[in-house]
């Protein structure tokens, strides 16, 4: 017993002597790191870094029937998706705003039609915010357009909730 008890003793010790602590000023505020506008990637500023320079980001429910499409080619193929493509799948079902695929184009359609970046016409058509005031409060770079500008681009959305 007083072996284990020194054994103890020991791990706490090195244990203690590799944790770092730091007074509570001192950590670092995440918040910050997601404002900084001298990052290369901030939502807020429309900066997404290289990677995504080109990219055209998707809908939840075009990513819902790809990833559709794509269970079905694995079942024909009598192939298991994996636990992650299910948890993808079951994340993009559960938060699309549409499951027509009509009703998706056309709401695609109606993004690309409109004055906001790649980024916002995604959010803007997977949040479906109701007013210029929320679709602000939820897409802060849209802050750049006048609320009745923005209140106009809302309009020409094509209202799919019953689609």
Do not use: C, W
Request: glycine fraction near 2%; proline fraction near 6%; aromatic fraction near 8%.
């Amino acid at each position: 017993a007083a072996a284990m008890e020194g054994a103890e003793q020991q791990f706490t010790d090195d244990a203690s002597e590799n944790l770092q602590l730091y007074p509570l000023e001192e950590y670092p505020d995440r918040r910050k790191v997601f404002l900084d506008e001298s990052a290369e990637e901030n939502a807020a500023t429309l900066q997404f870094g290289s990677a995504f320079a080109d990219a055209e980001p998707l809908l939840n429910a075009e990513v819902a029937i790809i990833l559709e499409h794509t269970k079905q080619q694995k079942e024909e193929q009598k192939t298991a998706p994996s636990a992650v493509f299910d948890q993808a799948f079951a994340y993009v079902k559960e938060f699309s705003r549409h499951e027509n695929h009509a009703a998706v184009q056309e709401l695609r359609e109606a993004l690309q039609q409109t004055e906001l970046e790649p980024f916002e016409r995604a959010a803007m058509g997977n949040l479906a915010p109701g007013s210029a005031t929320e679709a602000k409060a939820l897409i802060p770079s849209l802050t750049r357009f006048p609320d009745d500008q923005l209140q106009e681009i809302l309009d020409r959305l094509p209202n799919l909730e019953d689609a």
